[in-house]
């Protein structure tokens, strides 16, 4: 064979071997992508399997169970009397509370420092869904739980887990409550882990330090509603679990109790709890009762103000409020704990017709108020905005701080508006589950002041651009029937620049007007139509101008990386700039916030806040006792309907004001005896009243200072031979107190904290004084004969006494008043000073 045909061989062969090659890498990636596609289509069928199934198996919506409310609307019964149960586990321990309902995560609480107490769920008994989520911070006061449990309606499945601790201030009143609204007068039971009994629980009443315990039960209210409409039947507890702090220490007395230091082990607990599928007309739980149809009749022939018509009315351009009926049906179908607004008997009216006031300059004036995820506070703040007189509902705004639904449903209900907030940082201020309070405090401080920072922006910006003032509340504040006229009252010294001292920035010598003062407690505030002028900015519900906020609080507002509080940071020196506050006596908020607070728990609200005076003319505001916080109960009336016409408004302005005090301490004032500390030992009362448990108090905070309700050291100078105090007099006391802002910590130290405790009004910092002087009126529980009525700034039917001038030297622009031979008092730190009889004094 020649060359040539060789190589045409070879060339011959070495094709054919790549057809050949190409051929098997074609047959390799068809078999590929057979594979590929079969795969596919194995994973499509999985998926829809997967799916189908997951259709047909009823879960908890834990989507929503972040805003701290589920909802879910799937069915939960099957066809005919065929019982249908879900599945329910409760994880309590130290660190951790875990609720899960058919296999989803309702809590999931694994935060260490903070939702100690007693965690409680509210199922749908029907259809399995979350209605209620709380935490109650037992440790502290039982009473909000005590209360819920009064408001959630029969039948509901109530689960209560334990983390970390809640017996210390569990009482036995709250124990009983628990018991009876969980059927403590049924049958007993044995002390299984997870089986049912008819007798409420069994190992409540034995819960003590850092025990842990997990409950189920069918929740029971002894009311004759309930038992019309079949769910009075009793409670029933499905399931229960308990475990004992194991530790144990021997105490002196030969006693053993359980040991600070442990907890008891981990309870889980897992119940099948069957639903009621049998679902009766016109029961309250069917979310549907006749009486609503009247309820809302009433309340849309009552509405005198032309907001409302037939099926849903504008009552603003940019708010659609649905009829009283369809928002309480929408309500009550979703969420409980809310007592009457669901009841069949007597519901709650939702709609408030209070009177206009005379002359109004706030109609235009939207109302701000701040929320977070504190529903059942926001409901009773709303209540009570809404039954002042004057107040315009398409003016008020609830800004919430996150994406939570109950308190945008609250609003609604109530047929407010309500603007939602993307949270700036951090998890929740005041939310459990899926929103926590986040561990760090600075962090929460940070979120409410970027959140009041939005809340300004937003009202001054999209929602309300023509206003040149706003009102700002928070949502754990009651409001006084008159709240809305000392605005309108006092609107026009904020709009007037008097001689402005603050560099011209636009809001003249005046930052605010608060209708809270810090200093005005039962005891040291009674005149309803006085006001004063302080140096300090209160918060606690107040007013500002819009130039105020556009011109330079919007662009000094602290940057989200800085741990301010927002009050603290409009109080420094840089930022309020010198000017003041016009406040009245005796305030015209109150504040009722004791739990899910950043800055405030029952131990701080009893102390600082219970005690403060609060006008209401009717001595009850919403299930307010009349002693809790009454304050003054007279005045210069308007139309006999709550209003007061407030005394001097024309001598609030600076330089008016500041003469006029000068001229009362020179020709009104009286010189106290000056040679001794004017406080002496005072008596604790342990008699055992509600609000005066001092031997609590003082094992919980063992404060040296702390003065018992309705317990303070009245100077002898200013009493009546029969113990009661002069009218009519205003009494000078003049202490050491060098100027604060000096950046002398310990300048109140020396006189002012120390007196300020004796007299039992606030004593944490320097705050409410005019140029470095207080003033009180120093009152007993005497009523007036009337004699004092023409008298300056005395009305009529108040509570007998005379005005305090405390006098700061050489901080206040008034000590120039102190005679020369008169020494300022100071406090000895040891607490030891001499006494009328030669005995020794002690604060």
């Known amino acids: 064979m020649s060359d040539f045909s060789v190589r045409i061989y070879t060339k011959t062969m070495a094709a054919a071997a790549m057809r050949r090659n190409c051929c098997c890498w074609k047959r390799i990636r068809f078999c590929l992508q057979m594979l590929l596609v079969c795969f596919v289509i194995l994973f499509v069928l999985v998926n829809v399997i997967l799916t189908l199934f997951s259709a047909n198996h009823q879960t908890v919506n834990s989507a929503t169970s972040a805003a701290g409310i589920g909802y879910n609307s799937s069915s939960k019964w099957v066809q005919g009397d065929t019982a249908k149960y879900i599945s329910i586990e409760v994880l309590s321990s130290k660190n951790r509370v875990k609720i899960c309902v058919d296999d989803a995560t309702v809590i999931d609480d694994s935060d260490p420092l903070n939702n100690r107490g007693m965690h409680v769920v509210v199922l749908n008994q029907h259809t399995g869904m979350v209605m209620a989520q709380r935490v109650f911070d037992t440790y502290m006061d039982d009473e909000p739980l005590i209360g819920f449990l009064h408001r959630v309606s029969s039948g509901r499945i109530m689960i209560f887990a334990v983390k970390d601790e809640a017996s210390f201030h569990l009482t036995n009143e709250g124990r009983r409550a628990m018991q009876m609204h969980t059927g403590a007068s049924g049958a007993s039971s044995s002390k299984s882990g997870s089986g049912s009994a008819a007798g409420g629980s069994l190992w409540l009443s034995e819960l003590g330090w850092r025990d842990m315990w997990a409950m189920v039960a069918k929740h029971h209210n002894n009311d004759p509603e309930g038992q019309r409409n079949g769910e009075g039947t009793g409670g029933h507890v499905y399931g229960e679990s308990y475990n004992s702090n194991p530790s144990l220490v021997l105490q002196h007395n030969s006693k053993s109790v359980p040991a600070i230091s442990s907890w008891g082990t981990d309870v889980l607990l897992r119940v099948q709890v069957p639903l009621d599928v049998n679902r009766s007309h016109n029961n309250q739980n069917d979310e549907w009762c006749d009486s609503w149809i009247t309820a809302g009749a009433s309340d849309d022939n009552n509405d005198d103000d032309g907001d409302f018509g037939d099926s849903g009315s504008i009552i603003d351009d940019d708010i659609v409020v649905e009829s009283p009926l369809a928002r309480r049906q929408r309500f009550c179908s979703r969420i409980e704990g809310y007592g009457d607004v669901c009841s069949c008997a007597h519901p709650a009216p939702l709609d408030f017709h209070p009177l206009p006031i005379p002359d109004s300059n706030i109609d235009r004036v939207p109302v701000v108020i701040v929320a977070g995820n504190r529903a059942d506070y926001l409901y009773r703040t709303l209540k009570s905005v809404l039954n002042a007189r004057g107040v315009q509902r398409h003016m008020v705004t609830v800004h919430v701080d996150g994406y939570y639904d109950e308190p945008v449903e609250v609003a609604r209900l109530l047929g407010v508006r309500a603007v939602q907030h993307m949270p700036a940082i951090g998890d929740s ?281 309705e317990e303070f050291f009245v100077i002898d100078e200013m009493m009546n031979n029969d113990n009661t105090i002069r009218s009519k007099k205003l009494f000078l006391l003049f202490i050491k107190m060098e100027d604060p ?47 004092n009525a023409d008298e300056e700034g005395i009305p009529t039917h108040i509570k007998s006494g005379s005005e305090l001038f405390i006098i700061s030297c050489p901080f206040s622009h008034f000590c120039k008043f102190k005679p020369m031979n008169v020494t300022a008092l100071w406090y000895n730190s040891i607490g030891i000073g001499e006494d009328d009889d030669g005995g020794d004094d002690m604060l």
């Open 429 to 709: 201020v005041n939310g459990v589950s899926g929103g926590q309070i986040s561990s760090n405090t600075n962090s929460r401080r940070r979120r409410v002041t970027q959140h009041y920072k939005s809340a300004l922006t937003n009202t001054f910006g999209s929602l309300f651009p023509q206003a040149d003032y706003a009102i700002v509340l928070e949502d754990d504040l009651d409001v006084s029937v008159d709240f809305f006229s000392f605005f309108s009252q006092t609107l026009p010294l904020l709009a007037v620049a008097d001689d402005s001292t603050d560099g011209g920035s636009g809001s003249g010598s005046l930052y605010c007007v608060s209708a809270w003062n810090d200093q005005g407690y039962e005891h040291t505030a009674s005149r309803p139509d006085v006001l004063y002028r302080i140096d300090w900015m209160p918060g606690l519900g107040w007013m500002l101008k819009k130039s105020l906020y556009k011109d330079q609080l919007e662009s000094e507002w602290p940057t989200v990386e800085k741990p301010w509080d927002w009050d603290m940071w409009m109080r420094s020196t840089k930022v309020q700039r010198g000017r003041q506050c016009i406040v009245p006596e005796v305030s015209r908020t109150y504040h009722f916030g004791s739990s899910r607070s950043v800055n405030v728990n029952p131990y701080f609200q009893r102390t600082y806040f219970g005690r403060h005076a609060f006008y209401n003319p009717t001595a009850a505001t919403n299930g307010a006792s009349a002693g809790s916080h009454s304050g003054g109960a007279g005045g210069e009336y308007d139309d006999g309907g709550g209003l007061i016409r407030f005394k001097n408004i024309d001598k609030m302005t600076r330089i008016t004001y500041l003469g006029w005090m000068e001229r009362r301490i020179m020709t009104e004032g009286q010189l106290l005896d000056h040679t001794r500390w004017p406080c002496r030992k005072k008596q604790w009362n342990n008699e055992g009243s509600k609000h005066n448990d001092n031997r609590r108090v003082q094992n919980a905070k063992k404060r040296n200072y702390y003065q018992s309700d």
């Open 741 to 787: 802002s000096g950046g002398n910590r310990n300048t109140a130290n020396v006189a002012w904290t120390p007196l300020a405790k004796c007299l039992g009004i606030w004593d944490l910092d320097i705050r409410g004084h005019y140029k470095g002087m207080w003033r009180l009126y120093l009152n007993t529980d005497n009523q007036d004969d009337g004699t």
